[in-house]
């Protein structure tokens, strides 16, 4: 089983700096699919980013790319997400969450294990 738990959440002004972090426990392989997704208040959930526990390429959503990096240093069993330029429309609960499979999939329905989430406020 893998227990995910995130951090680095906070309140930022539009055009500020955020990373989040995602420490992992438990048994986890390279063929593990690890991601982003954020859920703001009354709208559905939404993928982010995703990258493999091995380091492979990553994906990005459309409205963070350029902005967002997804990385992992598997020395710390640790997940980041490196946000710039963040805007109002970030404003969200952050979650990391884990699937294993050879296929990347983007839909919050196809992963098995999640964090608790960490808030991100930006103000205008």
């Known amino acids: 089983q893998v227990q995910l738990v995130e951090s680095g959440g906070g309140s930022v002004q539009a055009g500020g700096s955020l990373r989040l972090s995602c420490a992992a426990s438990?048994?986890?392989?390279?063929?593990?699919?690890m991601g982003w997704f954020r859920q703001a208040p009354g709208k559905e959930r939404e993928f982010v980013a995703v990258?493999?526990?091995?380091?492979?390429?990553?994906y990005y959503a459309d409205s963070v790319k350029g902005r967002f990096i997804i990385s992992r240093d598997n020395a710390k069993n640790t997940l980041y997400l490196q946000m710039t330029n963040l805007q109002p429309e970030d404003t969200a609960v952050y979650y990391c969450?884990?699937?294993?499979?050879?296929?990347?999939?983007?839909?919050?329905?196809?992963?098995?294990?999640w964090g608790q989430g960490t808030q991100v406020t930006v103000s205008s």
């Open positions: 969450a884990a699937r294993r499979g050879t296929i990347v999939v983007f839909s919050k329905d196809s992963y098995n294990y």
């Open positions: 438990g048994r986890t392989f390279s063929n593990y699919y």
């Open positions: 990258i493999t526990w091995g380091g492979g390429s990553p």
